[in-house]
Nanobody, 127 residues
């Protein structure tokens, strides 16, 4: 079983920034296509951003384009999600997901495409 661990959530004011981290202890995260999803109370889980194996391709939801950035640091075995210009509508539990799929530029954007999920980290944005 692959463990996925998120960290970095918190409470910020509108316009502020946070950096979320995702790691797979004991596994090389660069071998996995990785994505971030979020789920607000009463809403379905939605795609936020994804990055391919090797980091050559990325994809973002329209609602976060230009504000959020997904990246990899293979030396630290970590995928990051930088959240800038945060809005109250960004308030949600943010989940990291991973799937072992190597040597491809494919970015996965649908929850069912991912095999492994973290427990989530809360991001709250006050107005």
């Amino acid at each position: 079983q692959v463990q996925v661990v998120e960290s970095g959530g918190g409470l910020v004011q509108a316009g502020g920034s946070l950096r979320l981290s995702c790691t797979t202890p004991g596994r090389t995260i660069s071998s996995y296509a990785t994505g971030w999803f979020r789920q607000a109370p009463g809403k379905e889980r939605e795609f936020v951003a994804g990055i391919s194996w090797g980091g050559g391709a990325t994809s973002y939801a329209d609602s976060v384009k230009g504000r959020f950035t997904i990246s990899r640091d293979n030396a630290k075995n970590t995928v990051y999600l930088e959240l800038n210009s945060l809005k109250p509508d960004d308030t949600a539990v943010y989940y990291c997901a991973a799937r072992l799929i190597a040597r491809t530029m494919l970015v996965l954007t649908i929850p069912s495409e991912y095999a492994y999920w973290g427990q989530g980290t809360q991001v709250s944005v006050s107005s």
